[in-house]
């Protein structure tokens, strides 16, 4: 069988492969997306040699290679769309306003900042551009952590490579290519004064212990990945999100996010163009002292 030829993936497939996709993950896949399961897999099933997803599905949930397999099926299924400077108002609103605030509280001059769902480095090194650039020769004086953690290796391996195609450049204002990368021709290449100012990380969202053991951040962005979600799932990595964000700590979500109706402790901050949240007892707090 030719590896190129797409396999029919029928609808009790569908429904095993997505609940088996879901419970590992929290990815849900409508029955509208069934046909990116079949166009993205079939491939795999060809370089596999099987004949059908029934066989495939086995394979991933009981065979010997099982971790290596949702690994791998994670790097083809997942969409990684992403870029430089992506959404500049939400990043105008972190650099100006959110960011001056927690640096004035943050008197022992630490900061960590996780970006997660990352997928291959943009918005880690955006967040690191926009540190750079706004501590100058004062970013000594700081310990900055920048953690990108997502769970496709394939986009993480682009991270560690930095090597971006000018399609990653799309909303890059030129005084930023022209200070931090360097033209490659085809593709730039992302200095090492930014490369080495973030570390990156697989992790599953769902990975409540993982999240645990990087201890406690002071500002976390999560955007564009929670629309993969379904609401159960939203609420647990937002709870998650919650134990792990300092007190004073924001989050920032997509801007086509919407977590009002959910339970988990945040209160959005009245910056339309922010998407950032804070926790409720924090805001309440600093309501209680402003009265
Ligand atoms: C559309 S990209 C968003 C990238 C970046 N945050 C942005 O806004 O430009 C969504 C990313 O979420 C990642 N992802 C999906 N499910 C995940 C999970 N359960 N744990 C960690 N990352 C996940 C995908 O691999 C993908 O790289």
Not at 26 to 50: D, N, T, V, W
Not at 182 to 208: A, C, P, Q, W, Y
Not at 238 to 254: R, S, V, Y
Request: proline share 3%.
């Amino acid at each position: 069988m030719s590896i190129a030829q797409k396999i029919h993936l029928s609808e009790p497939q569908f429904n095993r492969l997505s609940k088996v996709i879901y419970d590992r993950s929290g990815i849900h896949f409508p029955e509208a997306k069934k046909y990116i399961l079949e166009s993205r897999l079939s491939h795999r099933l060809g370089e596999l040699e099987m004949e059908d997803f029934d066989q495939y599905i086995n394979y991933l949930t009981m065979g010997p290679y099982q971790m290596d397999e949702f690994q791998e099926m994670f790097n083809r299924i997942t969409i990684n769309e992403t870029s430089f400077f992506r959404n500049d108002a939400q990043l105008g609103v972190f650099e100006r306003r959110i960011l001056p605030e927690i640096m004035e509280r943050r008197t022992n001059k630490r900061l960590r900042i996780w970006s997660a769902a990352c997928s291959s480095g943009e918005e880690p090194f955006t967040i690191a551009m926009l540190l750079h650039r706004t501590l100058g020769v004062r970013l000594p004086d700081w310990h900055i952590e920048i953690l990108g953690t997502d769970i496709s290796e394939k986009a993480l391996n682009v991270a560690h490579d930095g090597l971006y195609s000018q399609y990653a450049m799309r909303q890059t204002p030129q005084l930023i290519k022209d200070r931090y990368f360097k033209d490659e021709g085809r593709n730039f290449r992302l200095s090492d004064e930014i490369r080495t100012m973030v570390s990156f990380e697989r992790h599953n969202l769902k990975d409540r212990l993982a999240a645990k053991r990087h201890g406690t951040w002071d500002i976390i962005f999560c955007r564009n990945v929670l629309i993969y979600f379904d609401d159960p799932m939203k609420e647990g990595v937002l709870k998650m999100f919650h134990d792990q964000l300092a007190e004073d700590g924001t989050l920032f979500i997509g801007h086509s996010e919407r977590i009002k109706d959910l339970n988990h402790g945040f209160e959005a901050l009245p910056i339309p163009e922010g998407f950032c949240h804070q926790k409720q007892d924090y805001i309440a707090s600093q309501q209680g002292a402003a009265a």
